[in-house]
């Protein structure tokens, strides 16, 4: 069973930037296409960034052009580099297999950006 632990999360300004790091617990990671989800509150979870095992990257329309999905395989974690934060960004950010999420989901990390 594959592990998730999401990190780097906190509160920073609109405009500012994160990097969100996901480390998972086996090698074997690094063959899935893994993404990053966001949930805000009373809203369903949205899958806005994935990356396969060649490093081929899609994202979602709402986040394209400022957020940027990578993976370390060899520190079998995925990360995700976040730029000109705005307030509509504020979510809980968890990682897992993309499109279709197999993995039991960790316990995420917060994002918040004030206006």
């Known amino acids: 069973q594959v592990q998730l632990v999401e990190s780097g999360g906190g509160l920073v300004q609109t405009g500012g930037s994160l990097r969100l790091s996901c480390a998972a617990s086996e090698s074997i990671f690094s063959i899935y296409t893994m993404g990053w989800y966001r949930q805000a509150p009373g809203k369903q979870r949205e899958l806005v960034a994935r990356i396969n095992n060649g490093g081929v990257t899609s994202y979602a329309d709402s986040v394209q052009g400022r957020f940027t999905i990578s993976r370390d395989n060899a520190k079998n974690t995925v990360y995700l580099q976040m730029v000109s934060l705005e307030p509509e960004d504020t979510a809980v950010y968890y990682c897992?297999?993309?499109?279709?999420?197999?993995?039991?989901w960790g316990q995420g990390t917060q994002v918040t950006v004030s206006s």
């Open positions: 897992n297999r993309a499109p279709v999420a197999l993995f039991s």
